[in-house]
């Protein structure tokens, strides 16, 4: 049975940066954990626009043309629509063609590398085919809720198929751990809401994660864009050399925080340095990678630290007029 | 072909009158065009009518034609609604003018009208909108301030044409305006105050462009050889023409000058056997400053890139060689979208009969007035030379 | 009431509109970006579909301040301000008319390089709305990698 190759990546992060330094003008205090800043969406982004952008220097990257991918796998959890795929206006963003299988994951920070997980399931089911899969994520939340200052925005997108890549992915695995008050939004509503209770639901799913013993230890990276603290803790767990450092300069974005970190990872992996990406949320996945080097022009253009380092800083009421929230009559122009 | 003349025009004063409803005020220019018939005019004798609106905010969609003529007492005529954006009124003179010419008519009226103060800001917004290419020009989020921003940064870069110049359009007009009564801007502008007005769409400010204005206006026309039982003093339609063009500015091959204009002017020169030189004034399409300086390279007035400089030199001053929108044009004078055509009109009879109102404003011996009027941002444009009787 | 572009045609130009895609005409070879149904060189009707790349230059461009654009953008202009427009000349031939994203005033001005992004440009009747906007070419200088990709 031969690899899923990672053909090529892209990243992809929206232009406006809000820094830590405007909660406490704003607040008197930023209660995200050791951020410097983080990315949001301007009024004219969103997920949508984040997904097609990350998918398309992907492509580019690949040098081809038009990608004639087969199936698009898109794990997101603030896609505009409850019903009505935003994944298919992706496909329109991306090709004319029709014979695409459209999958979306939804429900938790998972779905990135679920999406990610699924589309190598079915390139190893279907060989020679290509897949496309996008983490990528906008969460919100009421902006006088702590866990509000935390949240960010961003899109990874991973080309899968056969033949010689930048990466291999390997083992993955997974395992489920229903949460009670941390991280969830009732059908309808539309910011994240969070108990703050003092469990530890993520570390208890780390936990049983590597309790399960399914995935190798010894990776050079792992690559989850949480926290500093929950990543070292994570990296423990699973016997990673370290963690990624995208959390401050990125902050949470949902599902493509693992995915970013990974692309992160690869931007600096050497031929044969084994990474492990992990996302958490109710359970947790963790999915095996291993740099190849690859062909010539496949991390041409901008790097995600490129892009963290980049962007245009914004004062809080800047945000909060581009986030909507100040809006009365969006969406009422008959 | 029949020749045809002007034998009364009318005008409502030009400005912001949310409490006239849209029937009374297309009366009162019927009333003002019919007392402007010296002999006397029963507006029973019209046959034919031309109606130029936009659409008067939605109020009245459908059958307008017939309602304006009810309120005109011209009802049982054959009536239509003429609509070509800002260029209805002129394209309903023309269609007013052709039915006579073909002899099948003998009294025919153009008639335009627009009525935009009673609508919440909003809605109004809504309705300026709408004479762009919409699924592109709209979608792109912009209106006709940007639209034409657009192509004055353009002709500033190929023409060296400068802001002073262009603004210099709005100074002159709005000048010319103070002296005319039925004119709705009749204060002085400086040019400083002019280029320091808030940003409307770069490179304009609010002194770019004209209001939002209501207004009605109204021109009677004949057979020539029946002019005498209505005056002494006919005017005669010696040149029409009209064209259109890619309502898109991105469609056309350039964006500093109208085809649709350059055509229509064409014609019009042709029909009337003239050239640019045969006329002594002109009434043009200001809707924001450049399209009057546009105007001077389409009709032939100058080079395009001499166009900026002929502002400067006051050529085109009420004291100048060949005086430009001495009404005050559609910034000094006002922009009611449907009427304004009819309005040049109507300016240029008085001008040619020696009757124009206010004082200072006649100007010595005119004998050739050119109407210049164009819907959107060029997509369509009618052109009308009127000749004064000896 | 009012200018009002339905979904039905918004669907129809939906590819059109993010991918770029011109009809290439079949008899003379001129290249039509937006589509349109009849050639403006011959005035025939059959065209094959190509992509566009999507780069261009600023042909001309506004900027657009006190509740100068249509209605469907009030909202967008209240909350994030001037909203630049202009016609992009794609490096294929065709211009078209767009509005600009993430800008500053120095890359506005005509000749500037800019490329197409997918970027949301109103919600109306409950459905998102998408188009290309036109952002300006800068060159990120990435790790190993001569400027400008």
């Known amino acids: 049975m031969s690899a899923v190759s990672i053909l090529a990546y892209g990243a992809a992060l929206p232009r406006l940066r809000l820094p830590a330094s405007e909660y406490r003008n704003a607040w008197g205090g930023c209660a995200a954990s050791g951020p410097t800043q983080k990315a949001f969406c301007a009024y004219d982004e969103d997920p949508v626009t984040l997904a097609v952008a990350a998918a398309r220097l992907a492509c580019d990257r690949l040098g081809a043309g038009e990608l004639a991918f087969d199936a698009l796998y898109v794990g997101a959890t603030t896609l505009p629509y409850e019903e009505k795929p935003s994944s298919a206006s992706i496909v329109t963003a991306l090709t004319g063609r029709r014979g695409v299988r459209v999958v979306e994951l939804r429900g938790s920070p998972q779905a990135g590398l679920q999406a990610l997980v699924a589309a190598a399931e079915f390139c190893k089911a279907n060989p020679g085919r290509i897949a496309l899969a996008i983490a990528a994520d906008a969460p919100s939340a009421p902006p006088d809720m702590p866990y509000e200052h935390a949240l960010g925005a961003a899109a990874a997108a991973f080309v899968l198929g056969s033949g010689p890549g930048v990466a291999t992915l390997g083992a993955d695995a997974a395992c489920s751990l229903e949460t009670f008050g941390s991280r969830f939004r009732r059908l309808g509503a539309t910011g994240i809401a969070d108990l703050e209770l003092r469990t530890q639901e993520d570390a208890d799913a780390v936990a049983a994660l590597a309790g399960m013993e399914a995935l190798p230890r010894g990776a050079d990276v792992l690559a989850c864009g949480l926290p500093p603290r929950a990543g070292a803790a994570a990296a423990k767990r699973l016997g990673a050399a370290r963690a990624d450092a995208v959390w401050p300069r990125l902050g949470d974005a949902g599902t493509a925080s693992a995915a970013v970190a990974l692309a992160d990872a690869l931007d600096g992996a050497a031929p044969g340095q084994r990474l492990l990406a992990l996302a958490v949320g109710a359970g947790a996945i963790g999915v095996e990678v291993t740099a190849t080097g690859g062909p010539e022009g496949r991390r041409a253009g901008p790097s995600v630290a490129d892009l963290l380092g980049g962007g245009t800083p914004v004062d809080y009421v800047a945000y909060l007029r581009h986030r909507r929230v100040l809006s009365s009559r969006l969406g009422d122009t008959a | 072909m029949t020749d045809v003349v002007v034998i009364g025009v009318g005008q409502t004063a030009y400005g912001m009158v949310p409490h006239r409803t849209l029937k009374d005020l297309f009366a009162d220019a019927a009333v003002d065009a019919c007392a402007g018939v010296d002999k006397g005019f029963d507006p029973r004798l019209v046959e034919e009518a031309y109606i130029g609106t936009l659409s008067t905010g939605g109020s009245q969609l459908g059958n307008f034609a017939p309602l304006m003529l009810e309120a005109a007492g011209m009802i049982g005529a054959s009536a239509v609604h003429v609509e070509n954006a800002c260029a209805s009124g002129g394209f309903a003179f023309r269609n007013a003018v052709l039915a006579v010419a073909s002899g099948r008519v003998r009294v025919a009226v153009a008639a335009g009208i627009e009525k935009m103060s009673d609508l919440p800001r909003e809605r109004n917004r809504l309705w300026l909108g709408v004479s762009g290419d919409v699924e592109w020009e709209r979608l792109a989020g912009t209106n006709f301030p940007g639209i034409y921003g657009m192509i004055a940064r353009r002709h500033m870069h190929e023409h060296g044409t400068t802001k002073a110049q262009i603004t210099g359009v709005a100074v002159k007009n709005r000048f010319n305006a103070i002296a005319n009564p039925k004119a709705q801007f009749r204060k002085a502008l400086e040019l400083e105050d002019a280029l320091k007005a808030p940003v409307l769409a770069d490179p304009f400010t609010l002194s770019d462009a004209c209001g939002i204005t209501d207004g009605a206006a109204m021109a009677i026309v004949c057979r020539a050889d029946m002019a005498k039982s209505f005056t002494d003093r006919p005017v005669k339609v010696v040149g029409t023409g009209a064209g259109t063009d890619y309502v898109a500015v991105h469609d056309r091959d350039s964006a500093t000058r109208l085809d649709a204009a350059r055509r229509a002017a064409r014609d019009a020169y042709a029909m009337a056997g003239i050239g640019p030189d045969g006329i002594d004034f002109a009434e043009v399409h200001d809707c924001f400053t450049i399209g009057e300086i546009l105007a001077y390279g389409d009709l032939g007035f100058c080079e395009p890139h001499e166009a900026g400089r002929l502002i400067e030199d006051g050529v085109t001053r009420r004291d100048g060689k060949r005086p430009v929108n001495n009404s005050g044009g559609l910034i000094g004078k006002g922009h009611p979208i449907g009427a304004t055509g009819i309005g040049q009109i109507y300016e240029i009879v008085h001008q040619l009969r020696g009757t124009a109102e206010g004082s200072g404003r006649q100007l010595a011996n005119p004998r050739r007035g050119l109407a210049h009027n164009v819907g959107g941002s060029g997509g369509s444009v009618a052109v009308h030379i009127l000749e004064a009787c000896a | ?149």
């Open chain 3, 1 to 149: 009431m009012s200018a009002y572009f339905s979904l039905p045609m918004y669907a129809a130009s939906s590819g059109q509109r993010l991918r770029l895609i011109a009809g290439r005409c079949r008899s003379c070879g001129r290249l039509a970006y937006p589509q349109r149904a009849a050639c403006t060189g011959c005035g025939r009707r059959a065209f094959d579909e190509v992509g566009l790349s999507g780069r261009g230059t600023i042909f001309t461009y506004t900027i657009i301040a006190r509740g100068g654009a249509p209605a469907e953008f009030d909202d967008q202009q209240t909350m994030t301000g001037r909203i630049a427009c202009g016609i992009v000349e794609l490096e294929e031939g065709p211009r078209v008319i767009a509005q600009f994203a993430d800008w500053e005033d120095a890359d506005l001005a005509i000749g500037k390089p800019v490329a197409a992004v997918v970027r949301r440009l109103f919600d109306q009747e409950g459905i998102v709305r998408y188009g290309a906007k036109f952002v300006p070419v800068r060159f990120t200088p990435a790790r190993g990698q001569e400027e400008g990709r």
